[in-house]
């Protein structure tokens, strides 16, 4: 099975900051990665797909770059509402649809 | 706009069936594929499974021998069972709409609309 691993696991930053959290899958998974964005009591929303792909209506400070085992998603210039939880997920191989631990990225 | 909205009770007895519908409004369910997705409180995702409007399904091969996930297109609804639930399944359920397209020449997946999600406690 496909394992998921993201780091840090948390991220202090400030306002205007410029960030990067990585994924890391335990095989190839070309560009079978997507990026969402979880605040606390909300569902996940959608940023990045297919590794480097905007998703409609996202601001363009997200980025998503990577391909094979490493992906990264970097935030250019932190807004107070980037201050949230982002997850990576695979749709390549077993387990469907696996999803990264999280990186909570705090104030 | 798609909108997503889970229902189903909150609470579950343990060794009984987790039964949740999630009702689509704003577009069809035909022509997508449909899913369930879960997370115990304070801790990540996991994909349960997902169903195509026709019919067709794919589980999380952890929760195969438990799970069922059923479609009614004339009410726009899909639904998900787990069978003896434990404390263990008590997570809040979202359903999701799984979209796809071809992009640098492949075909690429991604969970785009959510619902709410409903919180499911496992206990006597």
């Known amino acids: 099975d496909i394992q998921m691993t993201q780091s840090p696991s948390s991220l202090s930053a400030s306002v205007g900051d410029r960030v990067t959290i990585t994924c890391r899958a335990s095989?190839?998974?070309?560009?079978?990665l997507n990026w969402y964005q979880q605040k606390p009591g909300k569902a996940p929303k959608l940023l990045i797909y297919?590794?480097?792909n905007l998703q409609s209506g996202v601001p363009s400070r997200f980025s998503g770059s990577g391909s094979g085992t490493d992906f990264t998603l970097t935030i250019s210039g932190l807004q107070p509402e980037d201050f949230a939880t982002y997850y990576c997920q695979q749709s390549h191989s077993t387990p469907l649809y696996a999803f990264g631990q999280g990186t909570k990225l705090e104030i | 706009q798609v909108q997503l909205q889970e229902s189903g009770p909150g609470l579950v007895k343990p060794s009984e069936t987790l039964s949740l519908t999630c009702t689509v409004s704003g577009g069809s369910i035909s022509s997508y594929y449909w899913s369930w997705i879960r997370q115990p409180p304070g801790k990540g995702l996991e994909w349960i499974g997902y169903?195509?409007?026709?019919?067709?399904?794919n589980y999380n091969p952890s929760l195969k021998s438990r799970v069922t996930v059923s479609v009614d297109t004339s009410k726009n609804q899909f639904s998900l069972r787990l069978s003896s639930v434990t404390a263990a399944d008590t997570a809040v359920y979202y359903c999701?709409?799984?979209?796809?397209?071809?992009?640098?020449?492949?075909?690429?997946?991604?969970?785009?609309?959510w619902g709410q999600g409903t919180l499911v406690t496992v206990s006597s």
């Open positions: 999701a709409r799984l979209s796809g397209l071809y992009t640098s020449g492949s075909y690429q997946t991604y969970f785009d609309y």
């Open positions: 169903i195509y409007y026709s019919g067709s399904t």
């Open positions: 297919a590794a480097s």
């Open positions: 095989q190839s998974i070309s560009t079978y």
